[in-house]
């Protein structure tokens, strides 16, 4: 009996210890701090990324200025925003590649460079085609930018603040979308739309580039990494083909609207559908075959990690489209000013720069599955209520139901692809990271293509812009794009369930 007692004692005492042990490292860990260089390396890189998306959201509200300096329609104009989210999604793919390969600071000079070069071609300026290799190689700057912001938090975050600190970083994708709109039109209100280059270039070299000189800094070695041109071409062709074909597409549909000959721009979609499809097959064919990938693929046959991959593409089309919707519709359906039509978008922006660090906190606290479901069940309601709204809409409630739907999406997306990237192995994050950001772009790219698709099909035959014909239009236009809007993120939402289904199942057996 005595015996029994010592080792029921010596038990007690052994699992006392192991739970003291064990709460003794989670102590630890929730009192991880985060360096102050990190912090520092965030805010320089993450301010390039931010500069370039704000940059390119500031050009939607400039779109019917535009149309008239440059003698263009909206099909047209609306490749100033296409083309560089394009170039960006075609940089996008080459992150692995540069990260294995160069320094973290060698990249941060080459998005430095990119961004103020790409700035002052945009000052001076005068011709549309200019403006388009302005935008292609600000593109380029934030191709390098974003992706490098994402690796440096991945690579060197404590692991406990991990959710937060991609909570932040994800500041840089929702909020600058929607507080561009309100910057071009606040600026445009009162100087040249040139003028919002003039200030970005003084940011970027008394701000960004100082504090990344001081705060960027390499944890991991380098490697002699390879680049595979053959696979570059082919994903570029891909991203290209796929986005001109929604283009044209939309081309071909709103000209037989208009009674006009859509033979041209029906083959040019349907050519460039092929090209697209057929480079995107051989980009992940010889992927597999290829001994140094452009990016290792392996990872993507892990059906939970493919469904936050679409979830994480489909959810920007509608997340940056919506600026260009709303500008759009609040100044050719509503009739108001550039500036207010810009203001429409601040609430919901102000919401995302506040959740967005929210959300990744609660991820951390809570998991993936509430933080993420419950975010976009809510993001939802937005786009539902403009829909029933949609011909009676006020400036107001447009802002309003937008507020709505920025809450949502701030609070749970980034915590997609934060979930995600847990689910691979470490050496193929910078892979992961490169493809969802090159998802994320395409998406944002497919969208301003295919909701000014809609719009102008709406449009079209119309008359002339300004009448009341027009405006009525343009807000049946609307009407499609929040109903649109609704199936988008529905599937979204679906795929994101069936993949927390998979990894519950996954769970249940260990």
Aim: hydrophobic share 55%; with cysteine; glycine share 10%.
């Amino acid at each position: 009996m005595e015996e029994r007692n010592i080792t029921t004692t010596t038990a007690a005492t052994e699992s006392q210890a192991i739970t003291t042990n064990a709460g003794t490292q989670e102590a630890a860990i929730s009192d991880e701090r985060i360096p102050g260089k990190l912090i520092g390396a965030i805010v320089a890189v993450g301010s390039l990324a931010f500069i370039g998306i704000l940059t390119e959201t500031v050009m939607t509200v400039l779109f019917p200025q535009l149309m008239r300096e440059f003698n263009v329609d909206t099909a047209t104009v609306q490749w100033i925003t296409t083309i560089y989210l394009l170039v960006v999604a075609a940089t996008m793919p080459l992150s692995s590649y540069l990260n294995r390969r160069f320094k973290h600071r060698t990249l941060f000079l080459a998005a430095v460079a990119l961004a103020v070069l790409g700035s002052l071609i945009m000052i001076v300026g005068h011709a549309f085609p200019v403006i388009l290799i302005a935008r292609v190689i600000q593109g380029m700057g934030s191709g390098v930018a974003t992706p490098l912001m994402i690796n440096i938090i991945l690579e060197q975050s404590p692991k406990s603040k991990v959710g937060r600190l991609m909570g932040v970083g994800s500041l840089v994708i929702t909020v600058a979308p929607a507080i561009g709109p309100t910057v071009g039109g606040a600026v445009s209100s009162i100087l040249p739309w040139r003028a919002i280059f003039v200030i970005v270039i003084p940011i970027i070299l008394l701000v960004s580039l100082p504090v990344g000189l001081k705060c960027v800094e390499q944890h991991r070695p380098t490697e002699e990494a390879r680049l595979n041109s053959l696979q570059f071409v082919s994903i570029v062709l891909a991203l290209c083909g796929l986005v001109m074909f929604l283009n044209q597409a939309g081309v071909a549909v709103s000209a037989a609207v208009s009674g006009v000959s859509a033979a041209v721009s029906a083959v040019f979609a349907v050519v460039s559908l092929i090209v697209g499809l057929g480079a995107l097959l051989f980009f992940g064919w010889s992927s597999k075959r290829s001994f140094s990938p452009l990016i290792r693929l392996g990872w993507l046959r892990d059906p939970m990690v493919l469904l936050h991959l679409i979830a994480y593409m489909l959810l920007p089309i509608v997340g940056i489209g919506f600026g260009y919707v709303i500008t759009n519709v609040a100044q050719l359906s509503l009739g108001t000013s550039a500036f207010l039509s810009g203001a429409l978008v601040l609430p919901g922006a102000l919401i995302g720069a506040f959740f967005a660090p929210v959300g990744g906190m609660l991820y951390d606290r809570f998991g993936p599955v509430r933080p993420i479901l419950g975010a976009f069940f809510a993001a939802i309601c937005g786009p539902i209520l403009l829909l029933v709204f949609s011909m009676r809409l006020t400036p107001v409630t447009l802002a309003g139901f937008y507020f709505i739907f920025g809450f949502g999406y701030s609070l749970g997306f980034s915590n997609i692809m934060t979930n995600a990237l847990r689910n691979i192995a470490p050496q193929f994050m910078p892979d992961g990271n490169a493809v969802f950001n090159t998802c994320l772009q395409f998406g944002g790219a497919a969208g301003t293509a295919l909701f000014s698709t809609i719009l102008s099909v709406a449009q079209a035959g119309a008359g002339e812009e300004g009448g009341a014909t027009f405006r009525h239009a343009t807000a049946v236009g609307g009407s499609w794009t929040f109903a649109t809007m609704i199936g988008i993120v529905a599937i979204a939402i679906c795929c994101l369930i069936a993949a927390f289904r998979i990894g519950a199942k996954r769970n249940s057996r260990l």
